[in-house]
């Protein structure tokens, strides 16, 4: 039987994200509130990629949960997401920074990123999709031994801009997304063509939650055509 609970009075609607899509979420839940969703209480937690996946896999309840496509794919094979109400959201690319003021390498073709990569004292990626595909192609490009003594993990959950604003990291690799906000930061553009990293970003609807038809609304307003704007605001392209 349907809920006559009003959206004021009916529960928060809980999620779980990476890092990747904090900002545009933000961005989007406000507008759904305002909007469509009509007072609608959603309170979206974001964290490592890594950690938000294990935390549903182990039965937390969440009501929707936003993750790279594929972990999106592992959550449903393991029966912690509805099928059925897979989305995606956006795709999102890869882009480059340093600490604000400092020498800016070139990073306008594949060979000058690799000579990039090669005379920065220290490089970090994110742990998530984009991170393993770097990681592969520094094997491809045959130069993953030569860097991994330079090579500095993020902790779970923070951003690899954080360290590079801090100075702790002089190149760095990371979403645009979890670049395009943050202070202390030169981003030198995206990774070129020949090499750009794109993740696709999905959600669904937690399996267990006594919300499927509310998630389904919100997902439903974060994938029509009024999101686009939002989307590109934050550095990602519509799905």
């Excluded at 349907?2 to 994200?17: C, D, F, H, Y």
């Excluded at 979403?175 to 030169?186: A, K, P």
Aim: net charge neutral; hydrophobic share 50%; aromatic share 4%.
């Amino acid at each position: 039987m349907p809920s006559t609970l009003s959206p004021s009075t009916a529960p928060a609607i809980r999620g779980i994200s990476s890092m990747a899509t904090r900002q545009v979420l933000a961005e989007l839940v406000a507008a759904y509130a305002a909007g469509a969703g009509a007072g609608a209480a959603v309170a979206i937690e974001s964290v490592g990629g890594v950690d938000a996946a294990r935390r549903v896999l182990a039965g937390e309840a969440f009501d929707v949960v936003i993750l790279a496509s594929d972990a999106i794919d592992k959550l449903i094979a393991a029966g912690r997401v509805l099928a059925d109400s897979k989305v995606d959201l956006v795709h999102s690319g890869v882009a480059v920074a340093v600490r604000a003021g400092a020498p800016r390498p070139d990073i306008g073709s594949e060979a000058a990123v690799r000579a990039a990569v090669l005379a920065a004292r220290s490089v970090s990626y994110s742990t998530g999709p984009s991170g393993v595909a770097l990681a592969r192609l520094f094997a491809r490009w045959g130069i993953a031994d030569a860097i991994a003594a330079r090579l500095v993990t993020p902790p779970p959950g923070v951003p690899v801009g954080l360290l590079v604003a801090r100075g702790e990291v002089e190149l760095g690799f990371q979403q645009f997304s979890e670049l395009i906000n943050l202070d202390g930061i030169d981003v030198l553009g995206p990774l070129p063509a020949a090499i750009q990293i794109t993740t696709a970003f999905s959600a669904g609807v937690c399996a267990g939650t006594a919300q499927a038809d509310a998630v389904r609304a919100l997902l439903d307003f974060m994938t029509s055509p009024q999101t686009a704007d939002a989307k590109r605001r934050q550095g990602m392209d519509p799905a």
